[in-house]
T-cell receptor, first 115, second 114 residues
Framework: AQSVTQLDSQVPVFEEAPVELRCNYS??????LFWYVQYPNQGLQLLLK??????LVKGINGFEAEFNKSQTSFHLRKPSVHISDTAEYFC?????????????FGKGTRLHILP | KAGVTQTPRYLIKTRGQQVTLSCSPI?????VSWYQQTPGQGLQFLFE???????NKGNFPGRFSGRQFSNSRSEMNVSTLELGDSALYLC?????????????FGPGTRLTVT
């Protein structure tokens, strides 16, 4: 079975500073990896996904993530954050080779942008 | 194109009652998944329906059930409500049931059990 761990429940960062949100996964088979964002009082929105190919994935709103198979990580980065990036971010994993290929979410990381 | 809609948006129920939540997917989407979101547990997968059939199920008790209609609309039912069922219930639709296709989430139904 797959699992995903988001190492930080909250991350404070100053506006215009860079940020990294950490995600590690566990799986015995190949995986798809996702990052979703949830703005206050809204549902989740897909930021980016890794299915195969290039390990550096670029998403919306200037975010990118790098798949590192040896470290089983999929950290999310942005070089300069804006106040509008205040939200909760979820890392997720699925195993397409498994019959039960549902998407498993981490517990989320709250990004606080400080003025 | 209209997004995923969920009704009602807010609901207050008493312990022991039952509740039905509704989800209308994006037109053309055949897969609907349901999640429970709580501060302590994050998002937990409830079940997924594809073409009116339950395709996947999470680790929730039998009090949680669902169904999907021929127009892909889905309902989720929780019987004999407990205080711990208070949560945000999210549904997500996608073209197909595999992770290849992006899931589009609705705004959720906030259920409070008193």
């Amino acid at each position: 079975a797959q699992s995903v761990t988001q190492l930080d429940s909250q991350v404070p960062v100053f506006e215009e500073a860079p940020v990294e949100l950490r995600c590690n996964y566990s799986s015995s088979v190949s995986v798809y990896l996702f990052w979703y964002v949830q703005y206050p009082n809204q549902g989740l929105q897909l930021l980016l996904k890794y299915l195969s190919g290039s390990t550096l994935v670029k998403g919306i709103n200037g975010f990118e993530a790098e798949f590192n198979k040896s470290q089983t990580s999929f950290h999310l980065r942005k070089p300069s954050v804006h106040i509008s990036d205040t939200a909760e971010y979820f890392c997720a994993v699925s195993a397409p080779e498994e019959r039960d290929d549902k998407i498993i979410f981490g517990k989320g990381t709250r990004l606080h942008i400080l003025p | 194109k209209a997004g995923v809609t969920q009704t009602p948006r807010y609901l207050i129920k008493t312990r022991g009652q039952q509740v039905t939540l509704s989800c209308s997917p994006i037109s053309g989407h055949r897969s609907v998944s349901w999640y429970q979101q709580t501060p302590g547990q994050g998002l937990q997968f409830l079940f997924e329906y594809f073409s009116e059939t339950q395709r996947n199920k999470g680790n929730f008790p039998g009090r949680f059930s669902g169904r999907q209609f021929s127009n892909s609309r889905s309902e989720m039912n929780v019987s004999t409500l407990e205080l711990g069922d208070s949560a945000l219930y999210l549904c997500a639709s996608s073209l197909s049931g595999t992770a290849l296709y992006e899931q589009y989430f609705g705004p959720g139904t906030r259920l409070t059990v008193t």
